[in-house]
């Protein structure tokens, strides 16, 4: 029997029967997943889970007996490679609930559907939550001893070999670029570097807007350094991470040759606004052979075509590695199209971005 690979199995925890059947017909739509059991709190989704085998579990916050916020920490000791979406509101609080949440090892988040058009309606997020469940779900489990692995050449293409090399000269700025999985590795990043890091950086994660504010936030506290989400007209500074707001796209101009910060609402790149490949596009412009690119973890290929036009002016892209990653879709297309000059685990990122910038200055 040759068989299709088996479906990615879904727990769907949700005090409410109307919120579990919605979510539920989304997945059960899909020929490659399949909703394995459903649960009305916390509780009932650890007493099913030593039941039931799953894979990817989505989660309420808001339950009776034992909320959201409760059971995840515990869902994931129980099964430790198991992968936890949120189930997110559109308020303050929502948001503010579920970046919790990310901070206790939720892989990433929906928006709960609602009746409305636009990014809460049930087409939206049936679109997110199917993609979500399909990256996080088929994520292959890493090799025991890739994990300790401080270092992997990516297969090189001859063609790209040149451009994966980088030139000599030490960047001036760094861009980062994450999704899934993405704010805890920014925050693990930016903690290691050393406290008088000399370049400005700046962070594009796919999230909307309320959840950028509370990201920045956060960094600011976890990371050791100020961490603002950035504005139309902020002048780019050493010494200062600048993350893109929801739903702008966050690029670099100059004027009487300073570089600053131009938020545009073009139309979504990757399915995404903001995306990270109109930011690299714009550093390599600005910064040239000085460009140094971080693409993190996250699901699809949003930075690639960044990382191109980077490579291109001779500034060097890294990328973190598939072991560390949640999701090694963005860092895996750029490593697979030959044009990372390095493949890291996360650990290993800040003191590499450290000693390159050693030799380096800044933006001036």
Not at 87 to 111: E, K, N, P, R, Y
Not at 249 to 274: D, G, W, Y
Not at 290 to 315: F, K, N, P, Q, W
Request: glycine share 10%; proline share 8%; charged share 20%.
């Amino acid at each position: 029997m040759s068989g299709s690979p088996r479906p990615v199995r879904v727990m769907i925890v949700d005090d409410s029967v109307v919120v579990r059947g919605v979510f539920g017909r989304i997945v059960d739509a899909e020929k490659d997943m399949k909703v394995a059991t459903t649960a009305p709190n916390g509780q009932a989704a650890l007493d099913a889970l030593r039941q039931v085998e799953v894979d990817v579990v989505l989660l309420d916050v808001e339950m009776p007996e034992m909320d959201g916020i409760a059971a995840l920490p515990k869902i994931l000791a129980m099964r430790p490679g198991i992968r936890v979406i949120m189930a997110s509101s559109l308020t303050h609080q929502g948001a503010a609930v579920t970046m919790t949440a990310l901070g206790l090892g939720a892989a990433d988040f929906v928006h709960k559907p609602t009746a409305k058009a636009g990014t809460g309606s049930i087409d939206s997020v049936g679109r997110d939550l199917v993609a979500k469940i399909r990256a996080l779900g088929r994520r292959t489990p890493p090799r025991a001893e890739a994990v300790d692995t401080p270092f992997i050449s990516p297969p090189v293409p001859p063609l790209a070999r040149g451009l994966a090399a980088g030139s000599d000269i030490a960047p001036r700025v760094v861009g980062i670029a994450s999704s899934t999985g993405g704010p805890n590795a920014l925050a693990e990043l930016l903690a290691g570097l050393p406290s008088d890091f000399p370049l400005p950086i700046l962070v594009t994660q796919h999230m909307p807007p309320l959840f950028t504010t509370l990201l920045a936030e956060r960094l600011t506290r976890d990371g050791g350094r100020p961490c603002i989400e950035a504005k139309d007209g902020d002048a780019i500074v050493a010494g200062r991470v600048y993350l893109a707001p929801g739903d702008w796209h966050m690029t670099v101009r100059t004027m009487e040759r300073k570089p600053f910060i131009r938020l545009v609402q073009s139309a979504p790149e990757n399915h995404c606004r903001p995306a990270a490949d109109p930011m690299f596009r714009s550093l390599a412009a600005v910064f040239g052979s000085g460009t140094l690119g971080v693409v993190l973890t996250g699901m699809g290929e949003d930075g690639r075509r960044g990382s191109e036009v980077i490579a291109e002016c001779g500034g060097r892209v890294i990328v973190q590695d598939e072991a560390s990653s949640v999701v090694w879709g963005m860092p895996g297309a750029v490593a697979h199209a030959g044009l990372a000059s390095a493949v890291l685990p996360l650990r290993d990122l800040a003191g590499y971005v450290a000693r390159l910038a050693l030799v380096g200055g800044g933006v001036a």
